[in-house]
């Protein structure tokens, strides 16, 4: 993984049109990746069978993931045992990159960063 300021993103508009008809997608993800595990709950059961699905799922502040200014400190107080990089491992296995557009991940970034994802290689494979 790499981090990208936002003063580089000159650069990769150079590098794209250097190439020619090269296929770029860029998405930069702007939200902690603690909001896509909240977004879907049944992947962090999954991932943790000790986990109390419902008595989170349907909580408030959990509709809407992407709003909260500290999904990292939220998921750490539902799920005691997370660690950003193991709970990363474990939990990103059960995202549903297919399922989860159709409203079962609640975090919107999540949806769009995976309908990016999925258009481009539409786009790449119909070449």
């Not at 709950?41 to 699905?53: D, E, G, N, T, V």
């Not at 998921?75 to 491992?89: G, Q, T, W």
Request: hydrophobic share 35%.
């Amino acid at each position: 993984m790499f981090s990208l300021k936002l003063s580089e993103n000159h650069k990769l508009k150079e590098i794209y049109f250097q190439n020619g008809d090269c296929k770029v997608l860029i998405r930069i993800v702007c939200r902690e990746l603690e909001s896509w595990y909240l977004g879907d709950m049944q992947a962090i059961q999954q991932a943790y069978p000790s986990f109390k699905l419902d008595k989170y799922t349907n909580k408030k502040k959990f509709r809407e993931p992407d709003i909260m200014n500290n999904a990292a400190e939220e998921i750490e107080k539902i799920l005691p045992e997370f660690k950003k990089i193991n709970s990363a491992k474990l939990i990103s296995q059960y995202l549903d990159v297919v399922n989860g557009l159709k409203n079962k991940n609640k975090s919107e970034s999540y949806k769009q960063f995976i309908k990016g994802v999925q258009k481009f290689f539409e786009e790449f494979s119909q070449k």
